[in-house]
């Protein structure tokens, strides 16, 4: 088991199986020594944990509980790539986070929904999870998702 696995069994928390497409694509792709994820949504043990738009009101995805779903999202992106790498202590660093969060047209807490994501990644990773980001909010995701996250990481040189 890496390091990161062991960080994350701290936590609780095991790498799951790779979450399969739900379209026509691949969960992660290698270009030299970075890998960039798809958009990973928040499943387990495939299939969706929560559906619907995030914001403050009666019938939609409170942002506590997204933050939590955005966390999923990041296991799920940690998932892929080892998937592509196999051991996770081969990333030297994790570049780039972009996160999309369903939004209600008033919520505007989109940064505070994706840092589920950044945080579980700077737990797992240490330093190399210091990474840049992007929080988007937008009008419908797959599968009614509440949220998607999306990682870059680069590798340790062969």
């Known amino acids: 088991m890496s390091a990161v696995e062991d960080r994350l069994a701290e936590l609780g928390l095991t ?24 958009g990973q949504l928040p499943m387990v ?11 403050d009101g009666h019938g939609l995805v409170p942002a506590e ?13 940690i998932a892929a790539v080892k998937g592509l790498v196999g051991d996770l202590d081969k990333v030297t660093q994790v570049v780039k986070i972009v996160g999309f969060v369903a939004s209600d047209p008033s919520f ?5 929904v994706i840092n589920g994501a950044s945080e579980l990644l700077g737990k797992a990773f240490g330093e190399a999870g210091v990474h840049a ?7 419908v995701l797959p599968l009614d998702a509440p949220v998607e996250v999306e990682i870059v ?6």
């Open 15 to 38: 790498v799951p199986d790779v979450a399969k497409p739900v379209a026509a694509y691949v969960p992660a792709i290698q270009d030299g020594r970075r890998i960039y994820t798809s």
């Open 45 to 55: 043990s495939g299939e969706l944990v929560q559906t619907g738009k995030v914001g």
């Open 65 to 77: 509980d997204a933050k939590k779903l955005a966390e999923i999202c990041a296991l799920n992106a």
């Open 108 to 112: 505007t807490g989109q940064p505070g």
């Open 133 to 139: 980001r992007s929080a988007v909010g937008v009008a």
């Open 153 to 158: 990481v680069a590798l340790a040189d062969d």
